[in-house]
């Protein structure tokens, strides 16, 4: 939905104790949604077979032919039939600001769900990983992962706020990826206790997305890679921005990409969603997706990209 305002003209700071308030919102538009559905859809888009895994609700049957169809792995979707799917429920204001609601729905069934019968049904697992879902899934499937030896990304994102210190310390230790965004760093330090350098001990990279300032990669060593974004046409929707920069540096290391490269890559699906009104909305155009990071990166960088795109 979209508030034809400002939320900080509505909120009295002598009065946050009391709040309650009712936007009048001009636009609700319905689209499809979820980290994991948003990150598997521009996999799929850019020529990779995601295999998505999650729990979801009798409402599921367009969804999933949607995904398949633009070259989704369901298989590892366990649907439960008395419940409803997970839903966000979004309103933007004026200044891209957000104020959401989620419901979980079937996404509490997470949990029951094992990844290896799935990594035994499609074969060695590359990567996994571990987005926003419900805690105990999260903590199971990367429990699991450290057991059995898959490689694995941790990304936490908006269930940060809902775990504590200890549970995020075991998300965390051991990851190939640590995704975040600033933000989200700053909550994941203060609530582990843990400084950078302590975090840079558990994970192999770290990759912390700065909004419009980019994104900044740390190796073990404490080697930084700082990345900048490509410039945008249009703010249209923030949401599934995140998401897409994910499956853009996922794809892009997934086909051989440096990770330069593959942020690169990823800057490049994260604005193409920021352009377009729902983050599975957006089209991919080879020609013009490598006109972009010439202009962004150098012809010498899309000429590299180019090597892990699909031709059509």
């Excluded at 002598?14 to 499809?32: C, H, I, M, N, P």
């Excluded at 599934?240 to 794809?251: E, H, I, P, T």
């Excluded at 942020?263 to 599975?280: F, K, N, P, R």
Aim: net charge negative.
């Amino acid at each position: 939905m979209h508030f034809p305002g400002k939320f900080n003209d509505q909120l009295l700071a002598e009065q946050l104790k009391r709040v309650s308030l009712s936007f009048l919102v001009d636009d609700l538009v319905v689209k499809r949604g979820g980290v994991a559905g948003n990150i598997s859809y521009a996999l799929g888009v850019l020529g990779l077979r995601p295999v998505l895994v999650g729990a979801v609700g009798m409402d599921f049957a367009d969804y999933r032919s949607w995904l398949e169809r633009h070259g989704v792995d369901c298989s590892g979707v366990h649907v439960h039939d008395d419940v409803h799917t997970a839903r966000f429920v979004c309103t933007t204001d004026d200044d891209m600001c957000q104020i959401a609601s989620f419901y979980a729905g079937a996404m509490a069934r997470a949990r029951d769900i094992e990844l290896g019968p799935v990594a035994e049904r499609v074969g060695n697992l590359d990567l996994v990983l571990i987005g926003a879902n419900d805690p105990e899934a999260m903590l199971r499937h990367t429990d699991e992962c450290r057991q059995r030896g898959f490689a694995f990304a941790a990304d936490p994102s908006q269930q940060l706020a809902r775990m504590d210190g200890p549970q995020i310390r075991r998300l965390v230790e051991g990851a190939t990826y640590l995704l975040t965004n600033d933000y989200e760093w700053g909550l994941l330090l203060h609530k582990t206790g843990w400084t950078a350098e302590q975090v840079q001990e558990k994970v192999e990279t770290r990759i912390t997305t700065l909004g419009e300032h980019g994104v900044q990669i740390v190796a073990r060593d404490g080697s930084e890679l700082k990345i900048g974004v490509v410039s945008e046409t249009a703010k249209v929707d923030p949401t599934g921005v995140g998401d897409a920069f994910r499956a853009g540096f996922l794809a892009g290391v997934a086909r051989g990409l440096g990770h330069e490269r593959a942020a690169q890559l990823g800057s490049l699906i994260a604005v193409i969603v920021l352009e377009t009104d729902g983050a599975q909305e957006w089209r991919w155009e080879r020609d013009r997706g490598l006109e972009r990071l010439a202009g962004a990166y150098g012809p010498a960088a899309a000429e590299e990209i180019a090597s892990a795109l699909p031709t059509v």
